[in-house]
């Protein structure tokens, strides 16, 4: 596929519009203390302005919310923000499902009732997929959003820490893309990028047969196909690092079938991502390797990134720190 071939070339390009922190709305549960926290924490370290700030109240934290609940949350959140305000982070763990649909997806490309007919067919393209310059609200109709789960008051600050942390220096870091034995969830890794040294970067990239990590202390990226990843308390990762792997239910957060992607934020990594309900292995409902390290390259934020990796994102969750930007240049 020409994207894995183009990487060496377009990987120093760089991004002239990555997002701002003025640039993102926040949006406060007012009925769980711990969204009022960390939303509070948020917007002391990243400097968000008062008028971007959103107060709503879901009572009982449900996992799922039905459309209809959706959309009235949908013009609570529309009418309070301006159109300067170009992302958005919801803060609280639960809801973060619309029926078959992410919460993100369900905000920033509108409710898919289609999919939820048929959640392992075919996904719809993202106009955002791969996309070049420009604000992804004023140049494509999106406004991007993420959720910032906050199971753990401590580790969402120390997340939100890694994020601003990550924008103070280029670390010296690696990326790994594993080829697992897991041949059902390994459907995305002929596009990993090969292995390589980008040394403008500071980046060693990693392609490599294995079903883990382990010892491992310089990860910006690791992206893998497996239910349940092992060895995470063995990893360390740099502020910053994007952490993900293909399965079915890691964007159900408190579900237990499969791994959750809380693993990867509770293991150290910056933001992450997964599908909420069956997707089936269609590679273009998770993100694409060589896309999402390109952009990341580039100096896009970790929400711009991630949101430019997916091409079907309707039943994916993206979770985790908006702002990071280890490269932002």
Known sequence: MCLAAGFASAQMVPV???????????????????????????????????????????PNKPRKLDPAQFALLKERIDAALGPDVQALLMVWTAPYAVDCNSITSAYTLGYDGEQCAKPCGPGKDSAYFNAGAGKPLSGYGMRLSMLLPTESVEGSKALIDRGVLSGLRTPTASAY?????????????????????????????????????????????YQTGLARVPKLDTLQFVPGALADHLT?????????????????????????YGTVTEPCNYWQKFPHGTVLLTQYLKGATAIEAYWKSVMWPAQGLFIGEPLAAPYRN
Do not use: C
């Not at 939303?39 to 008062?50: D, L, Q, S």
């Not at 897991?182 to 403008?200: I, K, L």
């Open 16 to 58: 002239k519009s990555a997002l701002q922190a003025e640039q993102l709305g926040l949006v406060i549960n007012d009925d769980d203390p711990s969204s009022v926290e960390v939303g509070e924490y948020y917007i002391k370290r990243r400097n968000i302005p008062a008028k971007n700030v959103v107060h709503v109240r879901i």
């Open 177 to 221: 893309f594993l080829v697992t034995s897991d041949n059902a969830r390994n459907s995305r890794a002929r596009f990993f990028p090969r292995s390589m040294t980008v040394p403008q970067k500071k980046l060693v990239v990693n392609n490599q047969r294995a079903d883990s990590l382990e010892s491992v202390n310089d990860i910006i990226i």
């Open 248 to 272: 079915s239910f890691g964007g159900d957060l408190l579900g237990t079938t499969q791994m959750s992607s809380l693993r990867w934020l509770e293991a150290g990594a910056t933001a992450s």
